[in-house]
């Protein structure tokens, strides 16, 4: 995986920088000694690794654009960071690059139960959104498998979604308005707590970025009255085709469940020995679940446990109390830790038509075989976001190039259905060079300017998202 050389320019400067970086924020908060700033040297695809040159660690809007202005006057780049549980490398540094962490930035600013909204710095992690606003029976819809930990800066970068994502959307969706800090150090306002805020609508542009157009600060986003009740369907089948025509066949009966969540064998067996959380021993799970009022959840499983007795399952368990919801629940959301325990492997992260569903796996299936290595699928199949695990061995010369060799042949396969190379993770450095296999020269053009308007210097994040040959000329004029 091939990143930009770095540039001698910035790397003979650190002590300036460092000196002008003590002198706008408190002496903790910028971190540069290399055995400190090693703790940054990665996210959560820890294949790739390399120390920044140093870390800062604000607390306010206004520090982030002091630290900006520098880095800016001094053209070092910029990585924000949000909780570094980024799957794609979105948050990896380069040797000459300073990694801008907005973890100290955790506060609510600002609650509204009228009219529905939380104003919350962006290092707030997200399931802590949702406790913020609990007791009065509110919720923030979101919910990443990472939720206790990734913070919403992240999530506004990726664009993240979660179990719970096919009512009620991922976080475009919930996002109602950001404060974000340009490269040059300008504070903007784009959005507000109401909908059609005045200005330009880009918060659509903006979300997803990942990082590539501004640091963002501060979120205002979308709280919601908790549902009346909830309740979850947990269905086995004995093939993942059977499994993924389920799914296709719920959806197209108008059935609009809070999630769908799909697990296979080799996650199933795994997570069972993890967390036992009483799964049968099949080929292939869904767990849905519905919400609403008693007579309205009954209908809903009603419709679905029928659709479901179609498909010949091996076992069919409805939910009967908080327990048991719980239960079910709790294998598909130990499924990542619980693969970590039995095996290195790759979460990738593309997107399909529900409707490809059956053909794709099957496809998965028959990659897994031609490349001799594993594959677990745990995803959410309601919006057909996959989230495929191909297991390898990291200490087995070639095994990492032979998993990005099969995890690029999935994505393509995305692609070739009709789907996209991403749903949640962003393409970060995982997927960047796949970016033609999506997009043609036009559309990332259009793309590329879009960021030559927000950061003409590519200085944020700058080696992420695009092929380094598409951004190379845009890079080396800009130095």
């Known amino acids: 995986m091939e ?32 055995h400190e700033t090693r703790v940054y040297e990665c996210d959560a695809l820890t294949a790739y690794k390399c120390a920044p040159l140093a870390a800062v660690l604000p607390s306010t809007t206004q520090e982030v ?51 529905r909204y939380i104003r919350v710095q962006t ?58 800090v340009l490269m040059d150090g300008t504070v903007i ?23 590539q157009l501004g640091v963002v600060t501060e979120a205002t986003l979308r709280i919601l009255r908790k549902p009346e009740g909830a309740r979850p369907v947990l269905i086995g089948f004995d093939s993942n085709e059977v499994a993924g025509a ?18 296979d064998r080799p996650c199933i067996e795994a997570t069972e020995a993890f967390a036992k959380a009483g799964y049968p021993m099949c080929e292939a799970l869904l767990i849905v679940e519905v919400e609403g009022s008693d007579a309205e959840i009954d209908m809903q499983l009603g419709v679905i446990s029928g659709i479901a007795r179609q498909h010949n399952p091996v076992e069919l368990r409805e939910s009967t109390s908080a327990e048991e919801s719980a239960a079910i629940w709790l294998g598909r959301k130990s499924a990542f830790g619980a693969m970590g325990q039995i095996n290195d492997y790759m979460c990738l992260d593309g997107t399909i038509p529900v409707s490809s569903l059956p053909y794709v796996l099957r496809r998965i299936s028959e990659l897994s075989k031609d490349y001799g290595l594993g594959v677990g699928n745990v ?7 996959m989230h495929p695990l191909i297991l390898f061995d990291a200490n087995k010369p070639g095994d990492l ?51 030559d308007v927000f950061d003409p210097q590519w200085l944020l994040n700058p080696s992420k998202v695009f092929p380094l040959s598409v951004t190379q000329s845009r890079r080396e004029a800009a130095a």
């Open 379 to 385: 995803f959410h199949a309601g919006d057909g976001n």
């Open 401 to 451: 190039e032979l998993c990005e060799q099969m995890g690029a042949d999935i994505l393509k396969l995305c692609v070739e259905v009709g789907g996209c190379l991403t749903g949640e993770h962003g393409v970060g450095v995982e997927k960047r060079d796949l970016m033609q296999t999506q997009f043609d020269a036009v559309d990332l053009e259009a793309q590329l300017r879009v960021k």
């Open 65 to 115: 654009s002091e630290v900006l202005k520098i880095c800016h006057e001094m053209g070092v780049p910029v990585v924000p960071r949000g909780a570094g549980t980024s799957l794609a490398g979105g948050a990896l540094p380069t040797a000459d690059c300073v990694i801008l962490g907005v973890a100290k930035m955790n506060d609510v600013l600002e609650t509204n139960y009228a009219d």
């Open 246 to 263: 389920c799914v296709s066949d719920i959806i197209k009966a108008g059935v609009l469940p809070v999630a769908i969540e799909f697990m």
């Open 189 to 211: 306002e784009l959005g507000g707590a109401h909908l059609d805020a005045g200005g330009l609508d880009l918060l659509g542009v903006v979300c997803g970025s990942e990082g």
């Open 123 to 180: 290092g707030r992690t997200n399931l802590s959104v949702t406790g913020a606003v609990e007791e009065e029976d509110f919720f923030y819809a979101p919910d990443p498998s990472s939720q206790l930990a990734c913070a919403i800066a992240g999530n506004v970068g990726m664009n993240s979604g979660g179990a719970h994502c096919l009512k009620y959307g991922v976080t475009t969706n919930n996002l109602l308005g950001v404060t974000m």
């Open 3 to 34: 990143m930009p050389v770095p540039k001698g320019s910035v790397l003979d400067r650190k002590h300036e920088l460092v000196a002008r970086l003590q002198a706008v924020l408190p002496g903790e908060s910028v971190i540069h000694e290399p």
